[in-house]
């Protein structure tokens, strides 16, 4: 039984003091007993990567993430599904082209992702607010700023992570019917050339719709509004644009058909691929543009894509502050 301390009434109770000295007692009043315990707590002392590798580590996540992995088995459905859809066709195609001993696919290289811009549409409708719409709504955009990298790596990152998955949603479907297309013993050169020119239209199809799809995206923290708003903006102007070049063209306006085709970017992306790769638009007959306007219209794809990032570097400026 502890000693009574003089000067302490008989039965109080008494209060354990630190030795004289101590520096974790923590004040009076009740709390001394209070104190500061060593609960192992190191420094880092590893290298530090910076900017670079955070903006890869950022890239790597946003790719994967466009394609479900490294979340729930439910995220994975969509994505492979409409992968597997996409890559039909081209699968039937070269079965077509075999069986029936054509000389070359019933479908050209460059015109594949036009011909499944729709299913594409849905999937890049998915990725884009996945991948910068979950940031905004959870508020995690901060996060990411108090690290090394800038705004502009966040956009390069997403912007990078999006384009790349979109290449690998078209061109692995162009890989499959380039393959179908040496072992059915078509043309080896003729469908080299066509595969390249089918790449280059993947690539370009992929910079302008994530361009697109992400500025789109990082206007609202609500993943369905996205869905939705990239969806309307990737079809409408489509069919509309579609739809008046027909009109005018009944009226005799080819001229205006033609120019007309920069007003959405489907039009905008079959008007270059006609004109500079070789294949087929579906533009009326006789308003196809020519080897001049189709420059004209891959200046356009890329100014509206550099507009694009643009005008998404000064979004972030006022996001995460």
Same mark, same amino acid.
């Given at each position: 039984?502890?000693?009574?301390?003089?000067?302490?009434?008989?039965?109080?109770?008494?209060?354990?003091?630190?030795?004289?000295?101590?520096?974790?007692?923590?004040?009076?009043?009740?709390?001394?007993?209070?104190?500061?315990?060593?609960?192992?707590?190191?420094?880092?002392?590893?290298?530090?990567?910076?900017?670079?590798?955070?903006?890869?580590?950022?890239?790597?996540?946003?790719?994967?993430?466009?394609?479900?992995?490294?979340? *729930?088995?439910?995220?994975?459905?969509?994505?492979?599904?409409?992968?597997?859809?996409?890559? =039909?066709?081209?699968?039937?195609?070269?079965?077509?082209? &075999?069986?029936?001993?054509?000389?070359?696919?019933? &479908?050209?290289? @460059?015109?594949?992702?036009?011909?499944?811009?729709?299913?594409? !549409?849905?999937?890049?409708?998915?990725?884009?607010?996945?991948?910068? @719409?979950?940031?905004?709504?959870?508020?995690?955009?901060?996060?990411?700023? *108090?690290?090394?990298?800038?705004?502009?790596?966040?956009?390069?990152?997403?912007?990078?992570?999006?384009?790349?998955?979109?290449?690998? =949603?078209?061109?692995?479907?162009?890989?499959?019917? +380039?393959?179908?297309?040496?072992?059915?013993?078509?043309?080896?050169?003729?469908?080299?050339?066509?595969?390249?020119?089918?790449?280059?239209?993947?690539?370009?199809?992929?910079?302008?719709?994530?361009?697109?799809?992400?500025?789109?995206?990082?206007?609202?923290?609500?993943?369905?509004?996205?869905?939705?708003?990239?969806?309307?903006?990737?079809?409408?102007?489509?069919?509309?644009?579609? @739809?008046?070049? +027909?009109?005018?063209?009944?009226?005799?306006?080819?001229?205006?058909?033609? +120019?007309?085709?920069?007003?959405?970017?489907?039009?905008?992306?079959?008007?270059?691929?006609? !004109?500079?790769?070789?294949?087929?638009?579906?533009?009326?007959?006789?308003?196809?543009?020519?080897?001049?306007?189709?420059?004209?219209?891959?200046?356009?794809?890329?100014?509206? @894509?550099?507009?694009?990032?643009?005008?998404?570097?000064?979004?972030?400026?006022?996001?995460? &502050?």
């Amino acid at each position: 039984m502890p000693a009574e301390t003089p000067g302490t009434p008989t039965g109080a109770p008494t209060v354990p003091t630190a030795p004289s000295g101590d520096p974790t007692t923590v004040g009076n009043g009740g709390r001394g007993d209070a104190r500061i315990h060593d609960i192992g707590y190191r420094g880092y002392s590893g290298e530090r990567l910076g900017r670079s590798a955070g903006r890869r580590a950022l890239f790597e996540h946003s790719l994967r993430g466009a394609y479900g992995l490294g979340r *729930s088995a439910r995220s994975k459905v969509m994505p492979f599904l409409l992968f597997a859809i996409v890559c =039909f066709p081209a699968v039937i195609f070269v079965a077509i082209a &075999i069986t029936i001993g054509l000389d070359e696919l019933p &479908i050209r290289y @460059s015109q594949y992702p036009l011909y499944m811009a729709q299913l594409i !549409a849905l999937y890049i409708a998915l990725a884009a607010p996945q991948m910068v @719409s979950l940031d905004l709504r959870h508020h995690t955009t901060p996060l990411y700023f *108090s690290r090394p990298i800038e705004r502009v790596d966040y956009v390069l990152a997403k912007l990078g992570a999006l384009t790349a998955a979109l290449f690998i =949603f078209t061109a692995i479907p162009l890989t499959i019917m +380039w393959i179908g297309a040496l072992l059915g013993e078509l043309d080896f050169a003729d469908q080299i050339r066509m595969y390249g020119q089918g790449l280059a239209m993947a690539a370009i199809f992929a910079v302008l719709h994530a361009c697109l799809a992400l500025l789109i995206a990082s206007f609202t923290p609500r993943r369905g509004f996205g869905v939705a708003a990239v969806i309307a903006a990737l079809t409408i102007p489509y069919f509309a644009v579609i @739809s008046v070049q +027909w009109v005018l063209y009944d009226q005799g306006g080819t001229t205006a058909v033609t +120019w007309l085709g920069l007003l959405s970017p489907g039009t905008l992306l079959d008007g270059i691929q006609g !004109a500079l790769l070789g294949g087929r638009t579906d533009y009326p007959v006789g308003t196809e543009p020519g080897t001049g306007t189709g420059l004209v219209f891959l200046l356009v794809a890329l100014g509206v @894509s550099a507009l694009c990032v643009l005008l998404l570097s000064r979004r972030y400026r006022k996001v995460g &502050i």
